[in-house]
C-alpha cells in the first residue's frame, strides 16, 4: 500500500504526455484559472542538448533498454512500424514541422458522425493553433524540392506543386541564424532565431528556428503555473469515485491526485496505458471493447531515391519543403535530413516490386543481385543523407487495423501493443510511391529505395499513426463521447492522435492541435 505522502500533490487535471494534444490542454487549462501537472516519459531538451548528426544515438533515439533517451522513438508492431516523438514536446521535438489542413471532403466521412458540425467547430480552432504554432509558408527551398518540382513536371501535375506551411520561424532577409527577441507573443514568448537551411528539423533543431510545443503552448503554460515534470513514465491510474479528486495517478515511483486527467501519450502511448489499466491491472475495467479498433496509419508508404552525383546536396533546406498531389486521395512530399545524418540508411532497401512476406523478400534479394555494382556504390557512399530525398507518401484512402494488448514474440513475449487476430492488413505495397521512387531516381541520378519494413515484414511504416479512440455515444460503439471523455469515467479524456478517425492524407499535428483546442473551448474556466 502506498504510504500517503506520495500522493500529497494535487491537480484539477494532470495531463498524460506533452505533444499536440497534451500541450494545447495544458495552457488553454492554465488560462482557464486550474492547477495542471504535466507527466512526460521522455526528457527535457533545449537546442543546446540536440545532438549534430542522428549518429549520436543516445541522445536521438528513445530506447532505455540501450541507455538511449533521445527524441526519436521507432516501436515495430506486429501490423505497423511506427515513427514517434518523445520529450517535452513530444512529437514536435522530431517532426517535419508540417502543419497543413486536411482537404474538408475528409470530414464528410461518416466516422466523424456529425461532420458538418465538425467543420464548423474546428475553423476557429484550426486558426487558433496556426497562430499558436507560427503556422507560415516555406520560404527556403532547397535542392530536393526542385526535384519533386520536376517529377511532378513530367507526370503533368506541376500545377499540383506548392510549398508546405511550416512552424518554422524563418526571420528578416539576411538575418538568418540570427537571435532576435520573441516575434509571436509580444515579448511574453522565448527569444528565437532565424532558420539556416541546415534541415537538421527531425533530429532536433539546434538553431532554436523551430517551433516545437516547449517554444508555445507549454511554455505560456509554464508561465502560467503549469508543472510539467520530464522522466515519468505513467503506469497505473485507479478511480476513486466519490472523492474530490477522482483519480489517482501512478508513474514508477511517485503517485499524484487529480479531479481530471487526460490521456496525450500519442497514439501507442494512450492506447497502451487503456489496455494496461483495463485489461492487466483492472483499474479501469469498464472501457469500451471499441478500445483498439480502427487504427491508421495516414494511408503511408516510404520510399526514395539516393543520387551518385556528388555535386547534389538534397540535406539543405528544411525537414519537408514542398508537396505534389497526383491525385485528390494522394499526396507526396519529400523528406530530407542535415548532412551527415546517416543512421536511418540502415532503413532503406532497394526498390522492390510487389508480393507476399516470401516472394517480396525474394524479389529484393534478386535485385541486388544483378545490380550488385549499384547496391555496392549505395553501401559505400559517404553521406547518404546529404544524397538522398526521402519521399513521404499519404493517402486519404480508408485502410485501419485493430489493435490489442498482450504477449507478442516482436517484445520477447512481453505484453505490448499488438495486431489483433483477423484485423484486415494494411498494404505495404502502393505503386505510386513505386513510380515516384524510380522516377525520382532518374532525375536526380541514382537508385531507388524502399524502407526495410515493407519489403522484409511485409507491414507499413508510418510516422504518423492515428485511431484506436472511437468518437461517439455509447460505449458499445466508441470508447469516448463528443466531449473526448471516456465513457463510464467522468473526469478521465483522451485528446490525442487517437481520436482522429480517418486519414488525413496529410501531416496530421495541426489537426490534433485544433482538435485539442475544441476540447479545451468546451471546459469552463474555474470559478
Known sequence: MKRARDFE??????????????????????????SVLVLEKGRRYHKEDFPKTNWNIRKYLWAPILKCFGIQEISLLKGVMVLHGSGVGGGSLVYANTLMRPQESVFDQPEWGQSSEWKLQLKDCYHRAEKMLGVTENQILGPADQALEKLSQDWNIDHTYHRTKVGVYFGEVGQEGQEVSDPYFGGQGPRRTGCTGCGGCMIGCRVGAKNTLDQNYLYLAEKLGAKILPDSPVDRIFPQFGQDYRYRVETRNKGYQA???ILAAGVLGTLKLLFRNRDEYKTLSNISQDLGKNVRTNGESLCGATSFDKSNNFSKGIAIGSAIHPDENIKIEPVRYSQGSDFLRFLAVPLTGAGNMITRPLKM??????????????????DWAKSTVILLVMQTIDQKLNLTYGRCWLHFFQKNLKLDRGSEKIPSYLPVAQHASRDLAKIIGGVPQNIFSEVMLGIPATAHILGGVGVGNDSVSSVID???????????????????PVNLGVNPSLTIAALAEYWANGIKGKR
Open 365 to 382: 534479394l534478386l535485385t541486388m543481385c544483378f545490380g550488385i555494382a549499384s547496391v555496392l556504390r549505395l553501401l559505400l557512399i559517404r
Open 482 to 500: 463528443q466531449n473526448f471523455e471516456v465513457h463510464g469515467y467522468p473526469g478521465l479524456y483522451v485528446c490525442d492522435g487517437s481520436v482522429v
Open 259 to 261: 479531479k481530471n486527467v
Open 9 to 34: 500533490s494535487k491537480y484539477d487535471y494532470i495531463i498524460v504526455g506533452s505533444g499536440f494534444g497534451g500541450s494545447v490542454a495544458a495552457l488553454r487549462l492554465s488560462q482557464k484559472g486550474y
